[in-house]
Structure formats: C-alpha cells, structure tokens
C-alpha cells in the first residue's frame, strides 16, 4: 500500500514543504523520486515518495549536498540496504504515556540500589528494563539520566565520592560487556573512537561505540585519555572514515582542538561531542571539527553523512590574543597553587574543597587561554560557587575566594596577569 501513487504535485509540496522547481530537479538528475502519471499525465506520488523527498531533505539539513545524498541513496539500494531503515533511534517516548512512569521507577529504583551498593537489585533493575524497552530507551531514559543524578547528589555532598565511583563502575561493566558481545561488523567502514587528553570521562565514548556496533560499523575504541604523541601514526595506519571525539570538559575541549591539529595533514575526516559544547554552545567555533551534539536520534544520521561524504572541517583561525600569558600562566601555575594554598590554610576552614577549587580553577584558566577566550570560564565559576555552597563553605564566599586567587596572580605574575584578574573579579561581584 505504501507504494501505491496516489496523491498529487500539491499534496507533496504541503506535506514535504519542498519547492515544484526543486522537486521537478530532483526527478530529472538525480531520479528520486520516480512519480508514475495519470492517464490525463499528471504526476501521482505515493507514500514512499513522500518519505524519499523527507528523507534528502533531512539529509541537506545536516550539510549534505543534494547530489551526495541522491547518491548515498542508489548506493544503499545498490548494496540491498533501505535507506529509510535506522537513520533514527526510538530514545525518547511520550512524557504522558504509561511507558514514561515505568521508566522514571526504574529509573528511581537503579538509583536506590547503586547508592545502597545493591549490586544485585542494581542489575536486577536493569536486566527487567532491557527485557521491556529498547536498549537505547533503556540507556538514554534511565541509566544515564541515573547516573547524571548520582553525580549531582555527590556533588551536593548528600552522598560520598564512593557510593558515585560504585554506580559508575558498574554501568561501565554492563556497556563493556554489552560491546564484548557485539556481534562481528557488517559494514567496511571504519571508525575511531577516542577521548583527547586528559579526558578521563568515558561514558558517553563507550556508549557510541556500543549503539555504532551494533549499526553494524568497525570501530576501533581507544579509550580514556589518549596522549597526543603517536596519534597522527596510529590514524594513518588505521586509515579510518571517520574520527570521533568525546570531550566533557573545558580542559578537554582545548586538548581535543590539539588532537584536531595534529592529524589534519592525514586528511581524515574528525566529528566531536561532548556535554560541554552543549553548555558552552560558543566553543563549537574554536573547534576544527565536525559538532556533531548530544541528541542521540540525529547523531547517527549525521555520522553516516560525513562517512558518506568525507567533508572536512573547516580549520579555525589560531588564537594567540591571549598567547604570552598562557605562557606564563603555565610556568607559574606550580607557585599559584602553593601560593594560594599558603593563604588558604590560614583561614580556618576545611583546606580540601578549597584546593580541589583551585585546581580546577587553574586549569580551566589554561583552557580558556588557550582557545582565546576567558569568557569561556564563566561556567567554571559557576561550579566554584556551587561547590563552596554545597560543602558547606559558610566562611568563604566565591568573591572571597577569588579575591584570593586575584592577589595570588598579582603577586606571582604581576601585570601581566592584569586582563585575567580584571575579568576574575568582575565575574565575582556581578
């Protein structure tokens, strides 16, 4: 039924939103779609033709040029694949639905069990979710906006570092072992997945690696934290269609540009994702890379785009605005932190909050610098504030603490520092 043509030229355009001229383009040099005609001539369409249009147009709105999509399309049907078949993902269900309660008491009850170090119940939980939902409903409706929780509980300081490191820990096991028995690829594609430097956050990582098995594609995972030397190598060798990054930080979102630079004169086609290009959207700018965002029922799709295509990024333009006093900072990041440690401790107040502040702090400093833009810190500010708040810091307030790490700039560097603490402190007071 879904082949039979029956609408007409001005169902198709109210429907697909296409122009006739384009339309009419389309049919002429690329084939597709292929109408049949009424005895008086008119064009019929059927439901299929409908789906076709909607799916190249989907195909354009992720920069595909219509030419490579129509011929992404023959080469699908070609090879006996349909190309409407798996461009998306069922991750998300109807917030009014029955099936969305089910999901919020799995989720509420995995919760529970991890933070009571229920291993048992933990996988109890989860085994039943998989026998009723999806796997990728499971992942993206429950576990992960379950661990997201935990982690903000930690953060709070309502539960200990231990109980988090156990959720995660066992999460991590389960899509190990999910990919472990991933059955052999079906696709000749290859694609690497890796986390840049200093990137210890895994998960998401694993879990492309897992939906992309399970695509059917050769991936080749490389795990946490891969060091910048050799990378250039390993990708020549590999010869991969495709290089996915995972970034979750700001440090990272520096490292991962790094990487980036690095393997561009293998001409190797790089995407990237991450949380923080979703709360810092304006990082996505600074990064020589293919965005490829979070929203999971897209991602493939594009993924296949660029495999499809092979389109490189753009290479961005290198910031050296802030270039000397990233030098600096970084020489003298070592006597920063005993400096403001030294002030720190005086203070009468619980000393390791305060130097986890710093650390973070710092680093992200460096980060900031790097890409060219302080502003990118504001965020990392924000954390600062809530992790004074939620350990209940009652003697030190953001703009005391940053007071502090202002003289300490001060008096290590000098004036040369004067941009940073400007902006340090303005932050601070607004």
Not at 397 to 426: D, F, H
Request: charged letters at 25%; one cysteine or more; glycine letters at 4%.
């Amino acid at each position: 039924m879904n082949e039979i043509s029956t609408f007409s030229l001005g169902v198709i355009l109210r429907e697909t939103g296409i122009n006739a001229d384009t339309l009419r383009a389309w049919e002429r040099r690329y084939k597709l779609p292929q109408p049949s005609r009424s005895e008086g001539g008119q064009r019929l369409y059927s439901p299929h033709d409908i789906e076709i249009i909607k799916w190249l147009l989907q195909r354009q709105e992720e920069g595909m040029r219509i030419g490579q999509a129509a011929k992404l399309w023959h080469r699908k049907i070609a090879a006996g694949e349909s190309p409407l078949a798996g461009d998306t993902l069922a991750l998300s269900i109807d917030e009014n639905s029955p099936e969305a309660s089910r999901l919020i008491a799995f989720r509420d009850n995995w919760i529970r069990a991890c933070i009571s170090y229920n291993e048992a119940q933990a996988e109890q939980v989860t085994n039943e979710a998989f026998t009723r939902f999806p796997l990728e409903l499971v992942f993206n409706e429950i576990l992960l906006p379950g661990i997201r929780e935990i982690g903000e509980l930690w953060y709070k300081g309502e539960i200990s570092v231990q109980k988090e490191h156990f959720a995660s820990a066992l999460l991590m096991r389960r899509i190990e072992a999910m990919i472990a028995a991933s059955p052999a690829p079906t696709r000749p594609e290859k694609i690497i997945v890796a986390c840049p430097p200093k990137e210890d956050h895994t998960l998401s990582s694993l879990l492309y690696t897992l939906f992309l098995r399970r695509r059917g594609f050769h991936i080749v995972y490389l795990g946490t934290n891969v060091p910048l030397e050799q990378f250039k190598e390993t990708v020549e060798v590999i010869k991969p269609e495709l290089v996915l990054f995972a970034a979750q930080q700001l440090t990272t979102a520096a490292t991962l540009e790094q990487m980036v630079r690095e393997i561009r004169s293998s001409n190797t086609t790089v995407a990237y994702s991450g949380r923080i290009f979703q709360s810092t959207p304006d990082l996505q700018d600074h990064i020589s890379a293919h965005f490829l965002g979070e929203d999971f029922e897209r991602i493939f799709a594009k993924i296949q785009s660029l495999i499809a295509t092979q389109e490189k990024a753009v290479l961005k333009a290198s910031e050296s605005t802030h270039g000397l006093l990233l030098a600096t900072f970084e020489i003298s990041r070592a006597a920063i932190q005993a400096h403001l440690t030294d002030t720190l401790s005086q203070w009468n107040t619980p000393i390791k909050p305060l130097t986890d502040a710093t650390e973070h702090l710092s680093a992200n400093i460096a980060a900031a610098l790097y890409l060219g833009d302080i502003n990118f810190l504001s965020p990392e500010l924000s954390w600062v504030k809530r992790l004074l708040t939620y350990r209940q810091m009652k003697k030190v307030s953001l703009e005391r603490y940053i007071q502090a790490y202002a003289n300490t700039l001060q008096e290590v560097i000098g004036e040369e520092a004067a941009p940073l603490i400007n902006w340090l402190m303005a932050e601070a007071t607004n």
